[in-house]
Structure formats: structure tokens, C-alpha cells
């Protein structure tokens, strides 16, 4: 009897033995696998310089304009690609070729006239439409341009500006629909402005010496507009604080996961990234905290804006938060957001990144008038943004949407 | 179910730590998920099939100091318990500081790190290798209690050690 026993022992010993997994490691079964990342052809970038009559004042030679100008696109040609078109636009498109340094040449006021077009009215909308009708996913263009409105003489400025500003809105509502991809950077500089000023009656005024704000518009596909911005970063060919900037683009979902070890929490084990289970307060400090990594390189909007606390806004109030950049990680995360509150609160808790806010410069810089060169204003700027602006968030108030399961 | 073995090693997780528990639930930092083994069920069942071997030998085998007249007292019973424990301690110490020392513990479960990668904390020492071997003594003991009260009435010389 005890023999069996003993026998039966055995075998049970045995068979619970079989069901651990030993030493099985995941990371021993493990392969190296080198990614293979496509070479992506660069894309054209069509460059559209305004050579109305208002833009006379920014080319003279030497000024900040033309330096930053030559400078920029020289950068493009070098760091980006060599497929560059170049273009005068006024009421017509008038090709110049592809010839930098004889582009550098001719930007000054006699080969503005010389080159024709209609430069007496500068509408800024048809401009817009016709660049933009020449833009797709294969192609960059710029736009470069003082940003003036000029109704005209005898015109009604106030309708005049309405009427712009509801075009561009159409035309970028339309451009966004068939380019859901599309992004669009407008860049402010400022530069010294020497000869005449025409204001809102189309009245010139002679010998005006002023700073003055002029524009680059970068429309393209999101990747490449964001590839060319990593490639030729602005600040290195124009000091940091020297310009200002706007970006519009669409929604899209990012990749985002709860941190580890930023509080005390465990992690959902089927839902790791996005559910925290059994969320209780820090000894240390007397908190509920928790942190979530997120990737946001995929915008072209800057730092300044995704650091910007005001620009983000939470379904439940009862959770402080705060972003900052992520730390150095192999996942490809950028900011962190980091959570308190004085008690836990459960619940989906989701945080969005607001398209609602325009920068405030776009306000500040704007001049309602249009009867004077006023120095770092521009008649009617807010306008052009603001049909920009409202075209891309027309149907998403958001770029993007995190949401947290706290259970 | 899947889940047991760890959650009863979680009771000691403020010995051993919050990190070290996410390595061996299986936390992988590349997936940000628990996509590696399950470490608590392999450690686990090896405690169990050790002390199970430890109780059957104790009850069953018919050598000195086992299955023996002379063994059918407590500290007897404790002297066995003690090497379960002493076993199980170095099953667990050694297969963490073993994945420890080779890397196979997810830098972002080590350390926390600053915006250039500098290590600002370390949350994951040899020690808590050790004090995970602490709480494997512990678990040791109660499955060794359990597996004793189900186990000693059929013994022929110690069915009344311990108790």
C-alpha cells in the first residue's frame, strides 16, 4: 500500500514539475531584425514670390528680406532638394525658372516692373486659390508675400477684406478635403521696408522707412512640410524670437502610453497603454499622480504651442496637469503629460489638443486700418489666418484626442 | 487564474518593489505592454514543485531526518521548511539577479531618466533580487503549511509533526 503511495507521489511530483516553463525567457527567442526604411523621393517645391507694387520697399538690396530670401531657399536647394521652380505672382503666374543665384539677382524693384502682371492690387485669396490648385502631395509651394490687403480706390474695405476672408476660407476648406494630409506654416518676419507704401485707397506713400512684417506660406502634404521643416530648421538661418509662426493641420490619432513608475498606480494587464487600475495617493506627497507619454511628432505645430498648458483641455476638472518634454526614450515619445489630483477619481478621462486658439500675434499684428505703414503690422493679416484657421477646424476642434481609463 | 500566482507575490511588492513586479509580470518597455512571460507563474510553480518535493520527502521518504520515527517532531518539520525556503531563495534571487546582470530588465522599468538620458533614478538593485528572494521564503512557508496539513495524515512516522 505505502508502495503505491509512494508511486503515486512520484508521478504527481512529475506532472506538476512538466507545467512550470522553466527558464523560458521571451527575450531569449528574441531576433535582431534591421528595419528597412524606403527611400522616399523628395518631394517639388514651387517657390511664389508677390512682385506687386507693395513689395517694391522689401527689395532693395541688402535688405533683411532678400538676405533671408536667398538665404532660405539656398538652404532648401542644399538640405532638401534640387527640384526648385521658381515663380513671380501677381495676377498671373510668371515663371522664372530654377537658377537661384539669378533668382537672388532679380529680386529688386526694376525686375519686379520689368517682369509685368497686373501689380496695381494685390488679391491676396486668387493668389491663394492659384498656388494651392498647383499644390499636391508631391509638391511644396511657398508662398512669399508682404500679407497687405489692397481693395483699391473707391472700394468698400470692409467688404472687400469679408469677401477675402471667405474665399480663403473656401478655398482652403476645399483644399483640406481633397488633402486631408495637408498642412500649412506661415511664417512672420520682419524686415527694414524703403520706398513707397501704398495704403487700403491704393494711395501711395513716398519714402516710407519702416519695419515691416512679411510672409512665407509653406502648403503641402503634413510629412513632407514637417520633413523639409526638420531638414532647413528656421532658426538656423533666422534668430529665435525674430519671427512668429501659425500652423494649420488635421486630426489624427497618436501614439500615447501611461508612464511607469510616475506614481502609484498598477497598469491594466490587457489594456497597459491607456488603463491604470488600483490608482492611490503618493505617500511623498500626499497625491494621485500618473503621467502619460505621448508622440507628437507626427505636427508641424512647435513646441511653444504643445507646451502651452492653455492649448489642452480635460473632460474632469478634479485632475491638474502639466506637460513638459519627454524624456529620452528609444519609443519615439516627445511630451509628457503629467496628472495630479487630491483624490482618486474614476472614470475616462480624456484630454484634447485644441485647434481653438490662434496664436495672439495674429491679433496684435494685425492693423484694422490700412491707411499708414504702422512698424510690425500688416493690414488685414488676422483675416487670411483666421479663414485658414476656421477652414482646417471646421469639423475637428481638435488635433487629437488622449483617453485614460481610470478604473 | 493567470493572474493568482502573482497577485499572492504582489502582497510582499513594497519588499521588492513596484519595478522589479512589472518585469516579472511580464512588462516589456519596447511594447509598453505585458507582451514578455509571466515571471510570477514560472518562479511560482518552481517554489511549489520544490516545497511539494521538500513535504513529500518530509512525510513519505523513508530516510533519516524524512519519513523517520526520530524525525516526528516540529523542529524537525521547521528544519525541513527551512531548506525549502533556503531553496526557494536562491531559485528566485538567482534567476532575477541572472536577468538582472543580463540585461533583460527593461531600461524604462531600471531607471527613470532625464530630457538628455541621464539617469536621474534607479529604481532596480541587486537587493531587490534578494528581497524577492526574501518573499519567496515567505511564500515557500505557506504553501509548505498547506501542503503539510493536506499531506502528513497518510505518513506513517510523522503524521503528527507539527502539529
Redesign the interface.
Known amino acids: 500500500m ?1 508502495n503505491i ?2 508511486k503515486s ?1 512520484f508521478f ?2 512529475l506532472f ?2 512538466s ?9 531569449q527567442e528574441k531576433k535582431i531584425v534591421t528595419p528597412v526604411i524606403p527611400i522616399k523621393a523628395k518631394p517639388k517645391i514651387n517657390v511664389y514670390i508677390e512682385n506687386s507694387a507693395s513689395m517694391d520697399g522689401f527689395v532693395n538690396k541688402g535688405n533683411d528680406f532678400t538676405t533671408f530670401v536667398s538665404n532660405f531657399l539656398n538652404d532648401t536647394y542644399i538640405k532638401y532638394t534640387e527640384d526648385i521652380n521658381l515663380y513671380y505672382i501677381n495676377s498671373r503666374i510668371i515663371p522664372l525658372g530654377n537658377d537661384l543665384n539669378e533668382f537672388a539677382t532679380r529680386l529688386n524693384p526694376s525686375d519686379f516692373k520689368k517682369m509685368g502682371g497686373n501689380r496695381g492690387a494685390t488679391k491676396i485669396y486668387e493668389l491663394l486659390d492659384t498656388i494651392l490648385k498647383a499644390t499636391n502631395n508631391n509638391t511644396i509651394s511657398f508662398f512669399i508675400t508682404d500679407g497687405i490687403f489692397s481693395p483699391g480706390k473707391g472700394k468698400d474695405s470692409q467688404k472687400y477684406i469679408n469677401d477675402q476672408y471667405n474665399g480663403i476660407k473656401r478655398i482652403f476648406s476645399n483644399f483640406f478635403k481633397t488633402n486631408p494630409n495637408a498642412a500649412v506654416v506661415v511664417y512672420q518676419f520682419l524686415s527694414p521696408f524703403n520706398g513707397i507704401f501704398y495704403n487700403r485707397h491704393d494711395k501711395p506713400i513716398y519714402k516710407v522707412e519702416e519695419v515691416l512684417p512679411y510672409y512665407i506660406w509653406i502648403i503641402g502634404n503634413i510629412e513632407n512640410v514637417k520633413d523639409l521643416m526638420e531638414n532647413v530648421p528656421i532658426e538656423r538661418i533666422a534668430s529665435k524670437g525674430s519671427y512668429k509662426i501659425f500652423t494649420a493641420e488635421g486630426r489624427k490619432k497618436v501614439n500615447y ?1 501611461i508612464k ?2 510616475t506614481g502609484k498606480f498598477d ?1 491594466d ?1 490587457s489594456n ?2 491607456n488603463t491604470i487600475i488600483n490608482l492611490r495617493k503618493d505617500g511623498r506627497n500626499n497625491k494621485v499622480t500618473f503621467a502619460v507619454d505621448v508622440d507628437f511628432s507626427s505636427y508641424v505645430l512647435n513646441n511653444e504651442y504643445l507646451l502651452d498648458k492653455n492649448n489642452y483641455s480635460l473632460n474632469n476638472n478634479n485632475y491638474d496637469f502639466s506637460i513638459k ?7 519615439g515619445y516627445t511630451h509628457t503629460l503629467v496628472f495630479s489630483a487630491d483624490k482618486v477619481y474614476k472614470g475616462i478621462l480624456t484630454i484634447k489638443l485644441n485647434k481653438t486658439n490662434l496664436p495672439s500675434w495674429i491679433f496684435e499684428d494685425n492693423d484694422d486700418e490700412g491707411l499708414m505703414a504702422i512698424r510690425g503690422k500688416t493690414y488685414g493679416i488676422k483675416y487670411q489666418i483666421q479663414g485658414v484657421h476656421e477652414a482646417f477646424s471646421a469639423n475637428d476642434e481638435s488635433y487629437t484626442e488622449i483617453t485614460i481609463n481610470i478604473k | 487564474m493567470e493572474e493568482l500566482l502573482g497577485n499572492i507575490y504582489c502582497w510582499f511588492e513594497s519588499l521588492f518593489g513596484q519595478n522589479l513586479a512589472e518585469y516579472l509580470w511580464g512588462y516589456n518597455c519596447e511594447t509598453q505592454g505585458y507582451s514578455n512571460v509571466n515571471l510570477f507563474n514560472s518562479i511560482g510553480l518552481l517554489t511549489i514543485v520544490v516545497v511539494l518535493i521538500f513535504v513529500l520527502a518530509y512525510y513519505y521518504l523513508p530516510l533519516y531526518l524524512f519519513n523517520h520515527p526520530r524525525s516526528n517532531r516540529w523542529w524537525n518539520w521547521l528544519i525541513i521548511l527551512g531548506l525549502a525556503g533556503f531553496v526557494n531563495f536562491l531559485i528566485a534571487s538567482i534567476w532575477t539577479v541572472n536577468d538582472f546582470l543580463n540585461g533583460n530588465i527593461g531600461d524604462c522599468l531600471i531607471y527613470t531618466r532625464d530630457e538628455g538620458g541621464n539617469i536621474v533614478v534607479q529604481h532596480i538593485y541587486e537587493t531587490n533580487c534578494f528581497l524577492f528572494g526574501l518573499s519567496n521564503i515567505f511564500i515557500s512557508t505557506l504553501f509548505f503549511i498547506l501542503f503539510s496539513i493536506l499531506f502528513k495524515r497518510w505518513s506513517r512516522n510523522c503524521k503528527y509533526s507539527p502539529f
Request: proline share 6%.
Open positions: 505505502n503511495r509512494l507521489m504527481l511530483i506538476l514539475a507545467c512550470g516553463n522553466g527558464h523560458k525567457h521571451n527575450y502610453a511607469i513608475n497598469l494587464k497597459p497603454k518634454k519627454a524624456t529620452k526614450n528609444p519609443y
